[in-house]
């Protein structure tokens, strides 16, 4: 009798562990369902390009005013901007839409930035908008912000934006490659 207990226990056990309440510890590979690379290009104002400039700063710390960027790291300057999206690195390509948004200088130590912004499409090939959020540590090669919805084209969109500065001219210009992989598409 006391076999057939065992037998009985161990034979629930192995059904128990191949149900959906002890999930297997296999990792699951995610696969994007749709990825994107576009570039976009930075020009803040510094008191003496309003004709290009497509960013200003729109809130800065005592120390710091709106046409420079602020000492230690950028800290407390706040930047708003309308950049031109395109599918390469060429400034004067077509556009494709417009990154739309603000970043935040947020630490004294460190050169980083917190970004929320969106892609607002305005080309044949896409239509709507994609937004992003999340920290920038800008001295680190390739940086990952989320993509946490999106309109249009991109409804409800979900996934990961890695992020590569692409070039910089000083203060005043940047360029960054964002590689864009959905993994929610609808």
Not at 7 to 15: E, G, N, Q, V
Not at 144 to 168: K, N, Q
Request: aromatic content about 14%; overall charge positive.
């Amino acid at each position: 009798m006391e076999a057939k207990r065992l037998i009985f226990a161990l034979f629930l056990l192995f059904l128990l562990s191949k149900s959906s309440a002890f999930p297997s510890r296999k990792s699951r590979v995610h696969k994007p369902c749709k990825r994107l690379v576009f570039y976009f290009h930075d020009i803040i104002y510094n008191g003496k390009n309003s004709k290009n400039a497509t960013a200003a700063i729109v809130g800065a710390p005592a120390w710091g005013n709106k046409t420079i960027l602020a000492n230690q790291n950028h800290f407390g300057d706040l930047v708003v901007f309308d950049d031109p999206i395109t599918l390469d690195n060429n400034l004067h390509s077509a556009p494709v839409g417009r990154a739309q948004g603000i970043y935040v200088y947020d630490k004294k130590e460190i050169f980083t930035a917190w970004l929320g912004f969106s892609f607002v499409f305005n080309s044949t090939e896409h239509k709507g908008s994609i937004n992003f959020a999340g920290a920038d540590p800008l001295m680190n090669k390739t940086r990952d912000v989320s993509v946490i919805g999106g309109t249009g084209d991109f409804f409800m969109a979900r996934g990961i934006a890695t992020l590569m500065t692409d070039a910089f001219e000083g203060e005043v210009y940047f360029r960054l490659r964002v590689d864009i992989q959905l993994y929610e598409c609808w």
